[in-house]
């Protein structure tokens, strides 16, 4: 009797794990390409499983923490925080990577989603601090870097899934810890970028 009282304990239980995972991908299939849904298209978010932004990691001096869920929307979108740290994006993320020009803000926050740091930076920073974030951004996985044309409130900033830091160089410490801290651990880890 005991035995059987555990394995339905163990059943229920499992169950109850499964059925709490997400299902179903949300990013783009083969080749880059969004896998095309069987229901009609909206300009509506289709709201997903709601992001909870949960951290043990101790803070670096500076770093601004704001609570954001997560949608999918195929619209364009305006966001509170310049550059935006989370919230409703597009279904398909922006590849990781440095990019001399500005980048989708809503494939931005995907990969935000994704764990990815994006660190923006503006036109006039120097060339040499532009180079060492284009190194940055091809030596560590998981790293967004794009040029932010106006309105960017510091020189550079970094920004996690919920978290942001603005900094007055590229050579500032914090940026490297920033990464170090934050890479991978935006709602959806271990995903692509």
Known sequence: M??????????????????????????????????????????????????????????????????????????????????????????????????????????????????AVWITYRPDLPQGEIDSLADLARARKLVLVSRWDSGLPSPVVATAWGRQLLLQSAADPRLMEFVRLYVNKGPEIDAPC
Request: hydrophobic fraction near 35%; proline fraction near 11%; include cysteine.
């Open 2 to 115: 005991l035995s059987r009282l555990v394995s339905v304990v163990a059943c229920v239980t499992a169950a109850l794990a499964l059925g709490a995972c997400g299902g179903g991908d949300d990013g783009p299939a083969a080749g880059g390409q969004s896998t095309p849904s069987t229901q009609s298209r909206s300009p509506e978010p289709v709201v997903t499983a709601p992001a909870r932004t949960t951290s043990t990691i101790s803070p670096i001096e500076g770093v601004q923490t704001y609570a954001v869920e997560a949608a999918h929307s195929e619209a364009s979108l305006t966001y509170p925080q310049v550059p935006p740290v989370g919230g409703i994006h597009n279904p398909v993320w922006q590849q990781c990577a440095f990019y001399p020009a500005p980048v989708p803000s809503e494939k931005a926050v995907h990969s935000l989603e994704h764990g």
